[in-house]
């Protein structure tokens, strides 16, 4: 399968959505300067192929924010070694080349070989996709020289410093931390409730499907990953959940209740556009497929991807971390549970299901619009990831500045398809920070996250892309 992101763009990750074109809006599209559509640099190259990577082996969204980071760290240090001014992540002075091997094709060289050993790790089911993408770009995979005076041996030998110290951060991504499976929990979580008893209606209760599967509260180590620029995991730890009895608790949950009863075309299009599913590049890679079109607007070279993308992966990566800590340590109610509990005996006005549209439903049944993922609601990993993303880009590009849409075609619904929306839903955004609130409201409609949860993770988001931005540039310009 070929990865040349001039396929493998905004138009094909439509497809893959089955929905509508996503990029550009019209004002991003005017070539009136530029006739000749340029190629994608290399960064974009191997950024559409990792996201690629995910998809196939569908890595759920903290997997892929620290597939993000890893990769792209590997990318910069390798890079870093070629510039003048810039340092390594690892390494730091030490891998500077002198000043006569500073040249854009020895660049290219380094990072797509750095790009290429941190694929292949991350995703080693996966390697004929990236041998393929070396092939077309003429370079041999099978160079594993570190050679520091050859390009390849530079780039091998920076992924190789960052897998070193990423292999130990808490990830278990090789599984040697408890000698299970690649990622699997190493905290021995137990959630208090069950399936069939909500013991506490304070805490996450795991759900079974309909074909008597229980859910598993997915990576909860997640929080002792060692992060990019966070202090601490809980850092940016946000004031405690509404717990009930409080009429807090009553009100936000009512709140939910009237969202699914008066959920309209466009509501359901905004929770389906951003809910990024199993199967698709999930939250963290959504927002690089957007930080792809702000590249292709703005005419991004390699040298100014390499360190866009360095800095998004990282605070996607810190999101991700603030996020996990958060749901284990306040081990918070869905929505679904609270609902079910609160009106358990009561005939209720909500979403009905799939093609039921609004109608009376005894409590007890209450569902969200979007399938409830497995693990606790406090805070919406959506909210931070999103917030974090347009923070970095909006501190990047120096602009809020955004002005991109997304049609929803009238019947493209996966949930009611062929039905919703009955008409074609256009979706824009003026601003980046517009994006990322919608992203957070769009987990309210779907029926997954209370507004506390949303509001509080959106201000965490925020904080942890100002403080990645900074941490970044410490090694942009030390």
């Not at 990577?53 to 590997?74: D, G, K, Q």
């Not at 959940?241 to 299009?269: C, F, H, M, W």
Request: hydrophobic share 40%; glycine share 8%; proline share 7%.
């Amino acid at each position: 399968m070929r990865v040349n992101t001039r396929r493998h763009g905004f138009a094909i990750t439509a497809l893959i959505l089955g929905m509508a074109v996503l990029w550009p809006s019209a004002a991003l599209a005017d070539r009136r300067h530029d006739p000749v559509p340029q190629a994608d640099n290399l960064i974009l190259q191997w950024n559409s192929a990792l996201l690629q990577a995910v998809r196939n082996v569908r890595f759920p969204p903290m997997h892929t924010a620290r597939a993000l980071a890893v990769a792209h760290t590997c990318m910069y240090d390798a890079w870093a070694a070629y510039d003048a001014r810039a340092i390594a992540t690892v390494g730091q002075q030490s891998t500077r080349r002198p000043a006569g091997e500073r040249n854009a094709k020895n660049r290219r060289i380094a990072v797509s070989y750095a790009a290429y050993r941190a694929l292949v790790d991350l995703f080693p089911t996966q390697q004929p996709m990236f041998d393929e993408l070396m092939q077309e770009l003429e370079l041999d995979p099978a160079n594993e020289s570190t050679d520091p005076s050859q390009p390849a041996g530079v780039g091998n030998a920076a992924c190789a410093d960052v897998l070193a110290v990423r292999h130990t951060d808490g990830s278990n991504q090789l599984g040697d931390i408890n000698g299970g499976a690649p990622y699997s929990d190493y905290t021995g979580y137990e959630p208090l409730n069950t399936p069939d008893v909500l013991v506490d209606p304070n805490r996450w209760q795991p759900l079974r499907s309909a074909t008597g599967v229980v859910q598993q509260f997915s990576t909860p180590h997640w929080g002792l990953v060692t992060p990019f620029a966070l202090t601490s995991p809980d850092q940016f730890r946000p004031r405690l959940p509404a717990l009930y009895p409080d009429e807090r608790y009553v009100r936000q949950t009512e709140a939910l209740r009237r969202i699914s009863a008066n959920l309209g075309d466009r509501e359901k299009a905004i929770a389906e556009y951003w809910a990024d599913g199993p199967g698709s590049e999930t939250p963290p890679g959504h927002w690089s497929l957007l930080a792809q079109g702000v590249s292709r607007r703005d005419r991004h070279d390699l040298d100014t991807d390499v360190k866009m993308f360095f800095v998004l992966g990282n605070a996607l990566l810190d999101a991700s971390i603030a996020v996990w800590d958060c749901k284990v340590a306040f081990d918070y109610v869905r929505p679904i549970s609270a609902a079910r509990f609160l009106f358990a005996g009561q005939t209720i006005e909500a979403w009905g299901g799939p093609f039921q549209g609004t109608r009376l439903i005894p409590g007890e049944q209450f569902q969200s619009y979007i399938p409830t993922p497995p693990f606790g609601e406090y805070t919406s990993g959506h909210s931070s990831f999103s917030a974090a993303a347009a923070t970095v880009l909006r501190l990047f590009t120096g602009s809020d500045h955004f002005d991109a849409g997304f049609t929803f075609r009238a019947g493209s619904s996966t949930i009611e398809p062929g039905t919703t929306p009955a008409a074609d839903v256009r979706l824009h955004w003026r601003t980046f920070d517009e994006a990322a609130d919608e992203a957070g409201l769009s987990r309210r409609y779907g029926g997954i996250h209370f507004r506390q949860g949303d509001l509080e993770s959106r201000e965490m988001g925020k904080r942890i892309g100002r403080q990645a931005w900074r941490a970044a540039r410490a090694y942009f310009r030390p």
